[in-house]
């Protein structure tokens, strides 16, 4: 099974990071459109992580894993 989250990580009002994830972005995903998406959440204040307000975008990828499980007699 394969598994794809993109994590964009974020600084809030008191300089703490937070990150924020999205499972299955789309296969066609830009760099732009993520910046996009980030400078979207930071200037509409859609998140506030414990309360607090999300200032500066810091980063962000996409993490493809796969998954291989075995069915294993103990």
């Known amino acids: 099974m394969e598994t794809r989250v993109l994590y964009m990580t ?7 990071s937070c990150t924020i994830t999205v499972e299955d972005p789309k296969a ?8 996009d998406a980030m400078n979207l959440i930071k200037t509409k204040n859609i998140f506030q992580p414990k ?12 993490v493809d894993a796969n998954t291989t499980e075995y069915n294993l007699i103990v």
Do not use: H
């Open 28 to 35: 066609d995903i830009t760099e732009q459109n993520i910046i």
């Open 10 to 16: 974020f600084k809030n009002s008191l300089g703490n």
């Open 51 to 62: 309360g607090y307000d999300i200032t500066t975008t810091v980063s962000a990828k996409i």
